[in-house]
């Protein structure tokens, strides 16, 4: 008998209305360093992901969105949720199993490149990622629909084709020396 999944407390992300003084204190006195950013969205959104440990990506996001701060017409913020690391892909999929078969509807199945994801809300409506780690890496943000019903190795062949083929594409390996430099230099 398999173990049932257990989801661990990863990273969280936050709206912010003006994103320098948090970037600021954020990587000052909190010592976070600044591991990707970019945009997204239409109108843009500024997205910065922060972390202090090379083998997590982003244990930090803030979001300042362009004109139009609320998503989905919720009263929410996009940048607010909370996410939850698994320790494999197939354990990812048994939780989304788990989710679904307790009624709750995914609104998003996507991999990150350097991830594989799948989003919902809870019972009381707040935004929920559960996701694991693939071994690459792509420039963030970053998101490639998927379907995590299908077998794992076909998962793993897509979005790795899918890696392969965008710009910037590393092993994840490269890519956490890269970041364990740089943090270094900030320390």
């Keep these: 008998m398999t173990a049932a999944p257990t989801p661990k407390l990863a990273h969280m992300g936050l709206f912010t209305r003006d994103i320098g003084p948090m970037l ?15 945009t997204y969205g239409d109108p843009p959104s500024r997205i910065v992901f922060m972390s202090n440990d090379p083998h997590e990506h982003h244990q930090f996001v803030l979001v300042q969105p362009g004109d139009a701060p609320e998503a989905e017409g919720e009263g929410k913020f996009i940048a607010q949720q909370i996410s939850f690391v698994l320790g494999s892909l197939e354990e990812l999929q048994a939780l989304h199993a788990r ?7 995914i609104g998003r199945e996507i991999t990150h490149g350097n991830a594989w994801s799948f989003y919902f809300h809870d019972v009381d409506g707040n935004r929920i990622e559960c996701y694991t780690h ?12 998927m379907d995590l019903t299908q077998p794992a190795a076909d998962v793993r062949a897509q979005t790795e084709a899918h890696c392969r083929e965008t710009d910037g594409f590393m092993m994840a390996e490269e890519w956490r020396a890269k970041i364990s430099a740089k943090m270094a230099a900030n320390a």
Excluded: C, K, R, S
């Design 24 to 38: 600021d204190f954020y990587t000052g006195p909190m010592g976070l360093t600044i591991t990707d950013e970019g």
């Design 99 to 105: 989710i679904t078969g307790a009624g709750q509807d």
């Design 134 to 145: 693939t071994p690459w890496y792509v420039p963030q943000p970053h998101a490639h629909n």
